[in-house]
DNA sequence: GTCGAAGTTCGACGGTTACCGTACCAAAAG
DNA sequence: CTTTTGGTACGGTAACCGTCGAACTTCGAC
């Protein structure tokens, strides 16, 4: 879908802060890969490889969840050498959507603890 | 998709409080006519007939999406003559994931008075 | 009993998504 | 320079999603 960002797709900063759109973030957030890639990014609230994911899906399956992620407005992106960084966009959102990350990270961490290895 | 509860997928109630999951609501509430269904019934606070909405699509994706949010657990429903009433699962939701529902629907109507028509 | 209104079910269609493997590129290591 | 490493780009596929219209059901009104 269009994402009303004036820059180029390829720019790894992702939508404006005003450009983010909710739907957008929930739909980011709605996918479980996607959802633990937040979590991880937020409990270790650094900017992180790509590769240094707990995820169950092949390398170019994760660069399609990164992507959704950064153009949804919920990580940004920087390039350090052949690594590529991603860092949660906690300030940005926060200030956009109050308590929203913080909630679904929140319930998501509950439900992690609560289901450990959901069958 | 299964969802985990242990009645008919056609019983109104939707998922046990504990059976809601966290992924479900969220794509649930990524989708602007649901989100707005969500809105419009936190600020009437009550039981609404499913025709009473403003949403600008057919009756029969209407029913799709009223089921996506009852099967999610986001809203429960009861039928009553030839009318069925949709009520929003607040104390279920809240109970399961804290701050979550306030935090998506505040979004919601913040980014609604933002943009009040957005084309 | 008949009609209309409120919703559901069904089938279909077009667009999107999540996933994969392969090929590719750029930087670092040898 | 060659190889390895980290990651993207490009198809391609199968499933899903949002949408619709038409047919059906059920209740209430006449």
Redesign the pocket.
Known sequence: ?ECAVSEDA?DLRGPGRDEIELAAVM?AL?????LGIAAELRTCGEER????FEV?????????????LREAGVIC?R???????SRLRSDDLDARFPGLLDAVLRAHADSATARPAAA
């Open positions: 879908m390829h739909h709605s996918d479980p890969v996607r490889r790509c590769g240094s169950a899906v092949g390398k170019s399956t994760l660069t399609h969840h990164f992507r959704v992106q390039q350090d050498g052949t690594a590529r960084l």
